[in-house]
């Protein structure tokens, strides 16, 4: 297969470039450090192997937009990490241009081919939903009004003009936990010093989802057609915050009864604290509905699989 991944490098889109490629399968990764239209064969990936491609996502196609012809699948996860700086005005629009302007080059430059990928991917996440109590969420229930649930909506509305060209799917990605990356990595530093414990009340639900599941939720979506439209890239069994943090104490053997307050945690990280103290139960209806068959749908067994395996 021909696979196109957007954001191809980071801790999601390299590990789903690599195994796609370990399948020889062609993979092609559209990449910023590449100057623009050209090609880079990344070595030691064997044959088709991964090739980086050099784009602008400025809302606009390119001489790059040719790598799309008779894709099997294009895959967008492109966006600006939400926790690498404190949110402002000037950050908030970054937010929202890495992902909204990517997601509208990747649909120009599919209008300009002659044969338009068999699948398109785009990503999104469960802060589509806004923050809620614990009532389970469908890919049926309506978005939330605060910042991310708008980026979310936003992001998404850009990707659907797509879909008089192709199949269009809208992963809505909960938290992915992996020991070696992501957002496990800084939960787990206050339990190395005796000081881990939920945030804020810790009653809010956390709709996590291993990072091996991610990938192979995105693989089998693009062998299964019927899958169209938002898709919740979760667990079936979401956590509250305190489940999650008692479930790290006990993977590191560290107790897990120091609470963060929900003030100080606004202190530190400004208005992306309230993502941290507020949460969302999303159930992934789409894909078991579907028939996809979780690996890890159980936080203790994730964690068990990554800790001790």
């Known amino acids: 297969m021909k696979i196109v991944i957007a954001g191809g490098t980071g801790f ?25 239209g050209e090609m880079r064969h990344d070595p030691g990936t064997g044959v088709p192997g991964i090739t980086r491609v050099g784009w602008i996502p400025d809302g606009s196609s390119g001489r790059w937009s040719s790598v799309l012809e008779n894709a099997d699948a294009l895959v967008n996860l492109s966006g600006e990490p939400l926790d690498a700086k ?27 081919l002659s044969s338009a990928p068999a699948v398109f991917i785009s990503g999104s996440a469960v802060g589509y939903y806004g923050p809620c109590d614990n009532r389970p969420l469908s890919e049926r229930d309506e978005p939330g009004k605060d910042f991310l649930a708008q980026l979310c909506v936003d992001w998404e509305k850009e ?3 797509a879909a008089s060209l192709t199949r269009v799917v809208l992963i809505r990605t909960g938290i992915v936990l992996e020991r070696s990356g992501g957002a496990l990595p800084e939960m787990m530093k206050p339990f190395r010093f005796f000081a881990g414990g939920p945030l804020g009340s810790g009653r809010q639900y956390v ?4 990072r091996l599941d991610w990938v192979e939720m995105v693989r089998w979506i693009v062998q299964t057609p019927s899958v169209r439209g938002p898709v919740n890239v979760t667990a079936p069994h979401p956590v509250t915050n305190r489940q999650l943090a008692r479930a790290i104490g006990r993977a590191m053997r560290r ?24 949460g969302q139960r ?15 749908p159980e ?6 699989g990554m800790f001790e395996g």
Do not use: C
């Open 207 to 210: 709709s996590w989802v291993h």
């Open 159 to 161: 990707a659907l003009p």
């Open 299 to 304: 936080l203790d067994q994730a964690f068990r």
């Open 282 to 296: 999303v159930i992934p209806a789409i894909a078991q509905q579907a028939g996809y068959h979780f690996r890890y």
């Open 12 to 36: 999601l889109g390299g590990p789903l470039a690599e195994m796609y490629a370990e399948d020889g399968n062609e993979v092609y990764v559209l990449s910023r450090s590449v100057p623009v």
């Open 255 to 278: 107790p897990s009864l120091l609470p963060a307050p929900a003030f100080a945690l606004k202190a530190v990280v400004g208005e992306f604290a309230e993502s941290l103290v507020t």
């Open 86 to 112: 404190r949110w402002n005005a000037q950050t908030k629009q970054q937010l929202r241009d890495s992902r909204v302007l990517a997601t509208g080059s990747l649909v120009a430059a599919m209008r300009s």
